[in-house]
């Protein structure tokens, strides 16, 4: 292969992880760094990820009878104070606006960090009646978190999300739509961005900062790290009180609603990057891929090849999404490099030979299988192909995971686990924060949830040796 160099500019990743996840950020040309300090700049093809997501993740929202709607994005200090556990919660992460046109506020506002306080204040004006509800309404939009430490897309003080906050007449139908909602993030994550996920409740220690209960889908990346990648609150009436929002029920009585909140982030393109990625750079899944199939000419130059190549990418740009790139200032070897790196899931390669023989050649990104395909069955044979590394990739991230989790009964057994296999880790609790606070201080891990397909390993904490009350899913996390 020509121009390796190109290549060698990634680090390897399993040298450097970290230093890796940051190269094929930049070299894929998804964000940059900008120059406010914790902030990135969204490139087009790192943004056209994040359309896809949005426009797939809203398409299912909108069917369960969602509604989007939009709120400020300045918050006044009074709002948060209303409810202790939220603004305990975030404080340490909220920026605040003191001066505005040259004069100091009477009261400091907060850029959001998240909008449950403001839209809280809003449905305590706009609900009276049982008849009024439910409240079925999500935003997409930013929000500001003053993170110490930050990554590009996993934990940026600025992030682009989703946050839907629905109230209900009833604890029952606010409770189905919190999982309702977790259901169509693990759809999201599993068939849109080929990544397994674990589903289930974060412990009392873990959960929003508010909530009643905390559900989550957690996935592993490449080093047998977790990555929280989209979570789900039942709020009770913890909101509800507090704001008074409040209404008339069924037998003329005043009452308060039941609320949830759920949220999805720009931190799923580092979830694509970390369970995906290889050496070569980025690898993407078809079906939220911006290019799915990338046609580099050979010997472009020639008579007939550009035509060809034209023809072609007419022809499958009916049904997919298709890129020339005939740019004759770089070799086949360099481009074949560039959309590795950029993860495009197929390339197609032709030439004179090529055309003489009705023929052209396909290779697979995700595992660099070459196809000599005939030009008369290509749309056919892409369409397959595009299918098979959609599922390729989701099997290859499950194997991983399999492979990466195992079970701890003591503390040795743990400890042993995550210095040699580091990943997911099955092991009993007693329930007690303690023994929560004790692993993470012996291993770095933290729980990660409670999964629903709860299994009993044994009768006793892994920590403390004390009768277990759950199965817990242990790892260190991003």
């Known amino acids: ?55 797939y993740a809203d398409k299912k929202f909108k069917e369960t009878g969602i509604e989007n709607v939009y709120f400020p994005v300045l918050i ?36 959001r960090p998240t909008s449950e306080t403001i839209i809280s204040t809003m449905y305590s004006k706009w609900l009276s009646s049982w008849r009024d509800l439910p409240f079925l309404y999500n935003q997409w939009c930013s929000v500001l978190r003053w993170e110490k430490e930050t990554r590009p897309f996993l934990r940026s003080r600025e ?70 990648s989209g979570t789900s609150h039942y709020f009770g009436q913890n909101f509800t009180k507090p704001f008074d929002i409040k209404f008339q029920n069924r037998e ?23 369970a995906h990625g290889d050496n070569r750079g980025l690898k993407l899944p078809p079906k939220v891929a911006p290019i799915q199939v990338v046609i580099v000419p050979i010997a472009q130059h020639k008579e007939g090849v550009l035509e060809k190549v034209e023809e072609l990418n007419k ?79 989701f099997e290859m991230c499950k194997e991983r995971m399999k492979e990466k989790t195992t079970i701890a009964t003591n503390l040795e057994e743990f400890k042993n686990a995550m210095d040699t296999n580091q990943g997911f880790i099955n092991a009993m609790w007693c329930g007690d924060e303690e023994c929560e606070n004790k692993i993470k201080e012996l291993t770095g891990a933290k729980s990660r949830c409670i999964p629903f397909n709860e299994t009993k390993i ?15 899913i242990w790892a260190r996390q991003y």
């Not at 948060?80 to 046109?101: N, R, S």
């Not at 070799?331 to 052209?360: H, Q, T, V």
């Not at 044994?458 to 817990?472: I, R, T, Y």
Request: charged fraction near 30%.
């Open 1 to 55: 292969m020509e121009n390796n160099d190109f290549v060698k500019d990634i680090t390897n990743i399993d040298e450097d992880f970290a230093r890796w996840y940051t190269d094929i950020v930049i070299k894929a040309e998804l964000a940059d760094y900008a120059d406010t300090k914790g902030c990135i700049a969204i490139r087009p093809y790192g943004f056209a990820i994040w359309e896809a997501i949005k426009n």
């Open 76 to 111: 006044p200090e009074s709002l948060l104070q209303k409810e202790k556990d939220h603004v305990e919660g975030f404080a340490p992460e909220v920026a605040w606006v003191t001066e505005a046109g040259g004069e100091k506020l009477d009261e400091r506002l907060c850029i």
């Open 159 to 228: 992030f682009l999300w989703q946050e839907g906050h629905t109230i209900h007449e009833t604890e029952k139908e606010a409770q189905d739509r919190t999982i309702q909602m977790l259901e169509i993030y693990s759809d999201v994550a599993e068939n849109l961005l080929a990544i397994p996920v674990i589903k289930g409740i974060k412990t009392e220690s873990e959960k929003f900062a508010g909530a009643v209960a905390t559900y989550t889908i957690e996935s592993m990346t490449h080093d047998g790290r977790a990555l929280q």
């Open 252 to 274: 003329g009585k005043e009452e308060y609603a039941y609320q949830t909140s759920w949220g999805i982030s720009t931190r799923l393109i580092g979830a694509i990057i970390m």
């Open 315 to 393: 022809k499958l740009s009916d049904k997919f999404r298709v890129k020339v790139d005939d740019r004759d200032k770089y070799s086949p070897g360099y481009k074949f490099n560039y959309w590795e790196m950029k993860g495009a899931p197929i390339r197609l390669e032709i030439g004179p030979r090529d055309i003489e023989n009705n023929e052209c050649i396909l290779v697979r990104r995700d595992n660099q299988e070459k196809i000599k395909v005939s030009l008369e069955n290509l749309e056919n044979e892409v369409s397959k192909l595009l299918e098979d590394i959609q599922k390729n990739m």
């Open 458 to 472: 044994s009768d006793k904490c892994v920590c403390c040796g004390k009768e277990a009350k759950n199965m817990v």
